[in-house]
Every structure is written in structure tokens, then in C-alpha cells.
């Protein structure tokens, strides 16, 4: 069903439920998604973004059923990846020949994927397009979250269409953020951010200045997944702003994997530690090998304290370690402490391998970690008490 956004913009999108997975496996949806694409009319009419395109015969459909699709002036693509152009091929079938008004890097972009040479028009910030008594304005978005990102802003309505920036993976018939449970928009928004968008933190900052330098007022954001931002539309620029400035919470995330559980007692006896020192210290644990990964970026993300377990094997790490460090690597996260433990049989690597790979992440390493040979007996779970004690003392004088 569509949803009317207001009396000029209507939602032409798919709410996906059934999506559990995004980028490939890369990306946890718990909640599905959706992709928002908007109709804009006034004199001309414009569509701003498709969805994905295991969706373009109904979208088609339905969008044929709100509007004849001739008298669709101009298609705006704010962003090329195939979850919001995903359609776009279907479409322009339709209407050849209309506009595509996208980024210089769009074009690259979806000539890339679909190799068709559509009516594209470059714009860049501040160019401007009449429909009439109202008018949209683009501001180019490189980095958020790729090069060929833009947000088209409708003058009037003062809505900003943002595509990724400010969405979630959110699938929720209510679309508005005045209608949904705030706790869980929230909880989708910073997965959103922490996983996709942190390593652009800088650019993020940057742009979202350039934005409120503008002075445009926004009377509401239409992202383009999730949930529409109608209520204090503000309130989700300000926590990006928030996000992007080196966030952290007064809280320490604890993740390890396990070959016969000595790993995973070491974990908890560091916390036991850290607890003697601080019995409010806000602490979670996770088993890398068997937590999604999505939600345990989200909670280092929000730490300012990460400790990293594994125990050693073919002179290594477990898997699911080394990719959680990957993928922290990846993420180019900013003040966060670590330090690594782990069990090991025979040669014992694995705590300065893990020290070394977090230091090159970029995190601020406490100390040499701790390493456990065999399972840990009693003399060795009084020294990892006594490590993890000394450990919360450190901790403890860290100012979130
Ligand atoms: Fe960057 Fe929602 O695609």
C-alpha cells in the first residue's frame, strides 16, 4: 500500500519483512528493511530512488496504479547501489527517455551496473530543479555513504530526502518515527551507523555542517529505509553528529571464542576482576563464533573498552576472531582501548597476535594482555582475577 507522506509526497516503496541479510551476509536485517522511493508532485512530478530488484515487477505495478507513468518528469537517483536503482531498469523501459537527474559518480555508477544509457543529468550541490511552485535542491553526499551518494532537499515541504543517511533496516508499517517504538528505531539506526557508516565519521561531520550551513529548514527526513523522521526531525542529525565525533559510552564489551571453554573462563574471570573494582561497570559478553557480528560491532561501537579473546591454534587464531578484527580494522573505529587473552596448549601466539592486529586498527592498546597455557587451574584464575582487577582500576580512570 502506498502512504501518503503529505498532500505532494507520497511513499511508493517496499517494506521487505522478510529480509535477514544485506550486502550479502555482510550485514544483519533482524527487523527486515525497507526500500522508500517517493512520488513529488506539483506541477512536474518527480520520483526520487526504486527499491531493490527482486521487487521491480510489483513496484512497477503499484507505482502504475498510483500514477500513469508518463507523467513522471523526472526520476531522481540519489544513490546507485542496487537497493534503491534496483528497478530503475523496469522503469526506464516505461518511460524512456525522462530524465535521471544523479551525481557525476552515479553515472558512473549505474552505467556500471546496467550498462544502459539513459537520459542522465549531472548535478552538484546547489543545482536546482522547478516543478513548478515548489523546487528540489541536490547537495552532493560523497562517503555517506559512497562516492556517488546525494540528498535531493524539496523546497516548500522542506522535506530532505537522505537515501542511507539517517535510515535504518526498520521493515514497520507505521514509516513514521512518531508512530514506532522509539527504543527500537534507535537500536536499528546505530547498527545502521556503527556498521556501515563509522569509518566516514570525518566526512559524515563535515557534511552534515555543510548541510546546517545551508540554513534550509527541515521539516521532516525521508531516508530511504526505514522509518520516516517527522517528529524533531533534528534529532537524528544531532546523534549522527554525536555518532561521528569519536562516540563512546561508559561501557566495556568482552568478546571471545572458545575451543574447550579455557577461553571463555578467562573472559568471565577478567570481568569478575573488573567487577571487584566496579560493581556498576556496564559490561557485555559475547561469544564471537556464535553472537551475530553485526550486533557485536554495534556494542563495541558504543565501548570505550574492548577486550578480545582467542584461544591459539595452528599457531593463529580462532575464525571468527580474525574476522571480527577485520572487520573492526575496516571500521577505522576511534577512541577505544583493547586488550587481548586467550588459552593456548603449546606455542601461544595468539594474545600477541590479537595486541598487534588491534594496534594496527587503530586502538589504544592497555597492556600486554593475558595468555593462560592449558585450561586455566586455580593459581591461574587468581592471576586473571588479579588482571582483570587492575585492569578495572585502569579502566575505571578512562572518562567516557
Ligand atoms: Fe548504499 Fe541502501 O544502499
Known amino acids: 500500500m502506498n502512504i501518503k507522506v503529505n498532500d505532494n509526497v507520497t511513499w511508493v516503496g517496499k517494506v521487505d519483512w522478510e529480509l535477514r541479510k544485506f550486502h550479502g551476509e555482510e550485514l544483519s536485517t533482524f527487523r527486515g528493511s525497507s526500500y522508500n522511493s517517493y512520488l513529488v508532485r506539483d506541477e512536474k512530478t518527480a520520483l526520487i530512488d526504486t527499491v531493490w530488484m527482486p521487487f521491480s515487477k510489483e513496484y512497477i505495478e503499484k507505482l502504475s496504479a498510483e500514477i500513469e507513468l508518463d507523467k513522471i518528469d523526472y526520476v531522481i537517483a540519489n544513490h546507485a547501489e542496487m537497493d534503491h536503482s534496483g528497478a530503475l531498469p523496469a522503469l526506464m523501459e516505461k518511460i524512456p527517455g525522462k530524465p535521471v537527474y544523479c551525481t557525476q559518480n552515479g553515472i558512473r555508477s549505474l552505467k556500471g551496473h546496467y550498462h544502459k544509457d539513459w537520459n542522465f543529468i549531472a548535478v552538484k550541490t546547489g543545482d536546482k530543479l522547478s516543478l513548478?511552485?515548489?523546487?528540489?535542491?541536490?547537495?552532493?553526499?560523497?562517503?555517506?555513504?559512497?562516492?556517488?551518494?546525494?540528498?535531493?532537499?524539496?523546497?516548500?515541504?522542506?522535506?530532505l530526502f537522505s537515501n542511507d543517511a539517517f535510515g535504518q533496516h526498520f521493515a514497520n508499517e507505521m514509516m513514521f518515527n512518531d508512530l514506532v517504538d522509539e527504543h527500537e528505531l534507535y537500536e536499528e539506526a546505530i547498527k545502521y551507523y556503527a556498521n556501515i557508516l563509522t569509518p566516514f565519521a570525518n566526512f559524515i561531520e563535515q557534511k552534515i555542517n555543510?548541510?546546517?550551513?545551508?540554513?534550509?529548514?527541515?521539516?521532516?527526513?525521508?531516508?530511504?529505509?526505514?522509518?520516516?523522521?517527522?517528529?524533531?526531525?533534528?534529532?537524528?542529525?544531532?546523534?549522527?553528529?554525536?555518532?561521528?565525533?569519536?562516540?563512546?559510552?561508559?561501557?566495556?564489551?568482552?568478546?571471545?571464542?572458545?575451543?574447550?571453554?579455557?577461553?571463555?573462563?578467562?573472559?568471565?574471570?577478567?570481568?569478575?576482576?573488573?567487577?571487584?573494582?566496579?560493581k556498576k561497570a556496564d559490561i557485555k559478553l559475547y561469544n564471537s563464533a556464535r553472537h551475530d557480528i553485526n550486533t557485536i560491532i554495534t556494542e563495541i561501537f558504543k565501548s570505550k573498552t574492548v577486550l578480545i579473546g582467542s584461544p591459539t591454534v595452528n599457531r593463529g587464531i580462532l575464525i571468527s576472531t580474525a574476522a571480527l578484527i577485520e572487520f573492526i580494522k575496516g571500521l577505522k573505529f576511534k577512541n577505544k582501548n583493547a586488550a587481548a587473552f586467550g588459552s593456548f596448549g603449546w606455542s601461544g601466539e595468539s594474545v600477541k597476535i590479537i595486541t598487534e592486529e588491534l594496534a594496527e586498527a587503530g586502538l589504544e592498546i592497555l597492556n600486554e594482555g593475558i595468555k593462560i597455557q592449558w585450561h586455566p587451574g586455580s593459581e591461574d584464575l587468581i592471576k586473571i582475577f588479579e588482571y582483570g582487577r587492575d585492569l578495572g582500576d585502569k579502566i575505571k580512570e578512562i572518562a567516557p
Open 210 to 278: 555543510e548541510l546546517l550551513d545551508l540554513k534550509l529548514p527541515v521539516n521532516m527526513i525521508c531516508p530511504s529505509h526505514g522509518i520516516i523522521w517527522r517528529n524533531n526531525p533534528m534529532q537524528i542529525i544531532n546523534k549522527y553528529l554525536e555518532w561521528a565525533r569519536a562516540y563512546q559510552e561508559n561501557q566495556i564489551t568482552v568478546v571471545y571464542d572458545t575451543m574447550w571453554n579455557g577461553t571463555r573462563q578467562i573472559a568471565e574471570t577478567i570481568i569478575d576482576g573488573i567487577k571487584s573494582k566496579d
Open 132 to 159: 513548478g511552485r515548489k523546487e528540489l535542491i541536490f547537495i552532493e553526499a560523497k562517503m555517506l555513504h559512497w562516492p556517488d551518494s546525494m540528498f535531493t532537499y524539496l523546497s516548500g515541504d522542506n522535506i
